[in-house]
């Protein structure tokens, strides 16, 4: 039996938000593997156990730029301390600089386009400096250069989400509903193709344990899990999600409708995979009253 400490506990009530005890018996009963033990909580508490998206979080702001000839694109997220600099003007200037000088000069990684020279100075210097003017940490954390096999049209959600979609198609409107529409839904893959074996095996293992907690027959957990996953890969596929702005669509019939196709689509979502501290400002005072 795996040992199970503190610090694995914590970790996984982050991630689900379930209480102590729970999470500690799950680690238990999954010998120490935090998936598993996730996948156990998910069973136990539904979409509760899932609320890492809602607690994940960093400020700054994601930018999406593509060229005009609709060829060339590129996604930079930069991350702050605070909303406030994500709002500063100097910030979102610095940020927007960025992501051109990305796509016009094929720059594809944070290093690389942290040494390239811009107007005399690296962008590494500019970040230094503008951390001394605003006094807050600044980070340049990804870049994903893009290369149209069709045409790119991208959306910008607040600089919360940004989206750049590849597609077969000229039509501009299509593009940027079907960006927007990205945002809205963040799907997981274009199609059934895109998703990993390991995210369809986990979906059906939770399935067939909800189904047994529900006491459904032995002879069903088969017939039962495997429609709860082809429900599950219709909502996280692009093509077979329904379009958000007409619900008797899909994404795939709106591009048969315009003789069109979607070539691929990348998204950044700003602090996607960053823990954000939260701070106890009651145990703070408290604990300076002592």
Do not use: W
């Amino acid at each position: 039996m795996a040992e199970i400490t503190a610090k694995m506990v914590m970790s996984l009530r982050a991630k689900t938000d379930a209480p102590m005890m729970d999470c500690k018996k799950a680690l238990n009963e999954a010998d120490g593997d935090a998936t598993r033990a996730e996948e156990i909580l998910r069973v136990r508490f539904g979409n509760k156990a899932s609320k890492a998206s809602s607690r994940v979080a960093a400020e700054g702001i994601v930018s999406c730029y593509v060229d005009s000839n609709g060829k060339n694109g590129a996604l930079v997220e930069v991350n702050s301390e605070t909303d406030f600099c994500a709002k500063n003007d100097e910030f979102k200037s610095f940020v927007e600089t960025l992501t051109k000088a990305s796509v016009e000069n094929n720059i594809d990684d944070v290093d690389a386009l942290s040494s390239h020279s811009i107007n005399g100075k690296t962008v590494e210097e500019l970040r230094t400096q503008l951390i001394g003017k605003i006094g807050e940490n600044i980070t340049l954390r990804r870049v994903k250069r893009i290369s149209a096999k069709g045409n790119l049209f991208s959306y910008n959600h607040g600089g919360r989400v940004g989206v750049i979609v590849d597609i077969k198609s000229t039509d501009e409107n299509l593009g940027k509903d079907i960006a927007m529409h990205i945002a809205a839904t963040k799907p997981k893959a274009l199609d059934q193709n895109g998703v990993s074996q390991d995210l369809i095996d986990a979906e059906r293992r939770v399935a067939i344990e909800k189904a047994k907690e529900a006491g459904k027959p032995e002879e069903m957990l088969d017939k039962i899990a495997t429609g709860t996953v082809n429900k599950f890969l219709k909502e996280i596929t692009l093509v077979n999600q329904v379009f958000v702005k007409d619900e008797k669509l899909t994404i795939e019939q709106l591009l048969k409708n315009n003789n069109a196709e979607v070539n691929g689509f990348n998204f950044f979502i700003v602090g996607e995979g960053i823990e954000k501290k939260e701070v106890d400002f009651a145990s703070e005072v408290a604990a300076a009253q002592q």
